[in-house]
T-cell receptor
């Protein structure tokens, strides 16, 4: 199945940058990398996705390794509202299969 | 803001009862997914539809679960009879696109139906 590997949890301080890593060593050349996050008591929400180049949007940046075997989601200035589970997903099949994600805690 | 609407938000029922969960996808979206989330299993894909046709329901217990799209604005997930192990949060998500090949499309999730089967 389409597997990604993420740390179970990470901690950050408010106002500091956060780098959330993801390994996807078996990714194929046409698979997009998607990031979603799930705030407490809510459904997952789209964060960002990319194929080869680094991507930026108003929520975050996505840095994709040159060999595409890993990627990093970057939150430039963490806020308390960014505390959530972040999922890294390979868009390799007809659907999005969620793993266990990284639980991000943000300390004031 | 367009959003996916799920009803009810909460449902408490007794074992053996029928449960129906409803989802209104974002207008114009042609793909609908049903996910189930529990602490033990995380987010599991149950079924998905494209242009109202079921494409994959392999994640769904066939003997008691059924998913349908009576029209483009309504998706339903039914459990009959319900069991305590069905207690979970059920999410509906919709998207626009084929969701095949490389997977460039985005999904938009509803707020979920929290189901408790006693």
């Amino acid at each position: 199945d389409a597997k990604t590997t993420q740390p179970n949890s990470m901690e950050s301080n408010e106002e500091e940058p956060v780098h959330l890593p993801c390994n996807h060593s078996t990714i194929s050349g046409t698979d997009y990398i998607h990031w979603y996050r799930q705030l407490p008591s809510q459904g997952p929400e789209y964060v960002i996705h990319g194929l080869t180049s680094n991507v930026n949007n108003r929520m975050a940046s996505l840095a994709i390794a040159e060999d595409r075997k890993s990627s990093t989601l970057i939150l430039h200035r963490a806020t308390l509202r960014d505390a959530a589970v972040y999922y890294c997903i390979r868009g390799a099949t007809n659907k999005l299969i969620f793993g266990t994600g990284t639980l991000l805690a943000v300390q004031p | 803001d367009a959003r996916v609407t799920q009803t009810p938000r909460h449902k408490v029922t007794e074992m053996g009862q029928e449960v129906t969960m409803r989802c209104q996808p974002i207008l114009g979206h042609n793909t609908v997914f049903w996910y189930r989330q529990t602490m033990m299993q995380g987010l599991e894909l149950l079924a998905y539809f494209r242009n109202r046709a079921p494409l994959d329901d392999s994640g769904m217990p066939k003997d008691r679960f059924s998913a349908e799209m009576p029209d483009a604005t309504l998706a339903t997930l039914k459990i009959q009879p319900s069991e305590p192990r069905d207690s979970a949060v059920y999410f509906c998500a919709s998207g626009l696109g084929l969701f095949q090949g490389s997977g460039d499309e985005k999904l938009f999730f509803g707020s979920g139906t929290q189901l408790s089967v006693l």
